[in-house]
């Protein structure tokens, strides 16, 4: 196979218009693909910052007949998730918070977020430098300590490797800094840092369930599905209701209810069909870019008829000349594939640059090794696709179709029979059978001249030597005796 690769890239370099024509084809498309593809994947499948991104759900409340069907829950509601743990290993509630840092040479304003003491393991999540809040410093005043994103530990305090540890002025009060988050975890998107949310007891109070105001997250157990996790949260609403009907009636008259929805799709779910139909539209401009590959080789294997016959007469097989056609498929296949990624990653920056602000703003689509599996994938199918046709076009390239019965020119091509081609009123299997028996015949005869020929010298070679031999004994003969000697 590595010398059909070899073979292929030669025949290719010395045919650079088709070379080059085929490979930017296939750049074009299977770098859309990909570009489109890296903003599913950074969106949908594995966003930055968040491990087994299927695993984290957002809780919600509704209510039905208020037209609600989506808004943040309560405390004693967090509390509820809180003691699923049969279902949730961990949960987290969030709510934002702006703050001014007065450290510096002039104030700057962050933006923030308060949370519970597992925000980051809901996200699984590991800081860079220093840790994380332990359950302690999630209580009323004693949430003093602050973890700063990766890009304010930047931009505010230099990148200082000293910083866990240190006292910063936030709105006017003091905070340790205990520790850096990496730089692909910000979420919410915009948090230049966190802050323990340290709620009171008394927020759990039964008297603020429909106060809502608390994103909440949890990340379910393994092996967990999501349909079992939202039954149970569901299930616990109704028996919330079921249970405490006489001071629980407006829950019933107001169609209240809680439900479980994906991170990803509450993130990102008003933009997952546009992704999805411009994935689909660019898949379609690839086929049709295999479509035109496929055509140019067709009509350059057509070219190469003569090529193929003589390969075939010095014994290649048929998969033999098909392998051949396939190394010259993925050789462009791997080249576009190549260039493809170039075309890929200046689409993703020209879609970053196109998107609206509050939807570009901390997301970050990287060409990581999923998006590679997918670029390679594609690339191979598509060298199969734009492949296939020449190489069946290949496979019927036989003897009969460039030898003519009479010896001369061959002569190729569809006009062959008008022009008194070989065998213009056989069908393809008739003229292949009869042009290997002629073959044959011919390769039989030239065989038995050549072994007459042999036999001849070899006769000759015999009386030859029997001549000399008889000559040169009358000679010894001759001279003994003083007589003339003998000539042939």
């Not at 800081?127 to 300590?145: C, I, S, T, W």
């Not at 230099?158 to 003091?174: E, F, H, R, W, Y």
């Not at 660019?282 to 140019?296: D, E, K, M, Q, R």
């Not at 901390?362 to 690339?379: E, K, N, P």
């Amino acid at each position: 196979m590595w010398s059909d690769i070899r073979y292929a890239a030669r025949t290719l370099v010395k045919s650079p218009v088709f070379a080059l024509t085929a490979i930017a084809a296939l750049a074009l498309g299977i770098g859309a693909n990909t570009a489109i593809f890296s903003v599913f994947n950074g969106l949908m499948l594995h966003p930055a910052g968040v491990s087994e991104p299927d695993r984290v759900v957002v809780t919600r409340v509704k209510y039905d007949k208020l037209n609600l069907k989506s808004i943040p829950v309560s405390a004693p509601d967090f509390a509820d998730i809180r003691r699923g743990e049969q279902v949730f290993s961990a949960a987290a509630a969030m709510v934002e918070a702006d703050y001014n840092y007065t450290g510096g040479d002039w104030p700057e304003r962050l933006e923030g977020a308060q949370v519970t003491w597992q925000w980051f393991s809901v996200f699984g999540a590991r800081p860079e430098l220093g840790r994380v809040f332990r359950p302690e410093e999630d209580q009323p005043k004693a949430n003093q300590e602050v973890v700063l994103a990766y890009s304010a530990w930047k931009r505010v305090f230099g990148g200082d490797p000293a910083i866990v540890g240190k006292t910063i002025q936030l709105n006017q009060q003091s905070y340790r800094a205990v520790g850096v988050m990496g730089p692909e975890f910000r979420w919410p998107s915009q948090a230049d840092l966190w802050t323990p949310l340290g709620l009171p007891p008394n927020e759990y109070a039964e008297q603020n369930r429909y106060n809502e105001g608390l994103f909440v997250v949890a990340r379910m157990k393994s092996g967990v599905p999501f349909a079992q996790a939202n039954a149970f949260v569901k299930l616990a609403a109704r028996r919330l209701i079921e249970e405490h009907d006489p001071e629980h009636g407006y829950a019933r008259d107001s169609g209240w209810g809680m439900f479980l929805v994906p991170l990803t799709e509450f993130v990102f779910g008003d933009v997952k069909t546009p992704v999805l139909i411009l994935l689909g539209a660019v898949t379609f401009v690839l086929l049709i870019a295999c479509a035109n590959i496929a055509g140019l080789m067709l009509v350059r294997s057509s070219a190469r008829s003569r090529e193929i016959v003589v390969r075939a007469a010095l014994g290649a097989g048929r998969w033999r000349l098909i392998r051949q056609t396939l190394a010259e498929s993925l050789v462009l296949a791997a080249t576009g594939t190549l260039a493809g990624l170039g075309v890929a990653y200046g689409g993703v920056r020209l879609l970053l640059a196109l998107a609206p602000e509050s939807l570009a703003t901390g997301v970050a689509i990287s060409l990581d090794r999923y998006v590679l599996l997918f670029t390679v994938g594609v690339g191979i199918l598509a060298g199969v696709l734009f492949g296939l046709a020449p190489a069946w076009h290949g496979r019927t390239q036989t003897a009969a179709r460039a030898v003519p019965a009479g010896g001369g020119r061959a002569r190729f091509g569809p006009g062959a029979a008008r022009r008194g081609g070989p065998f213009p009123q056989e069908p393809l299997p008739h003229r292949t059978g009869r042009c290997r028996v002629r073959a044959s015949r011919r390769y039989d005869r030239g065989a038995g001249a050549a072994r007459d020929a042999v036999r001849r010298r070899r006769e000759a070679g015999d009386v030859l030597s029997h001549r000399a031999r008889t000559l040169e004994r009358h000679s010894r003969s001759a001279g003994s005796r003083g007589g003339r000697a003998f000539t042939l």
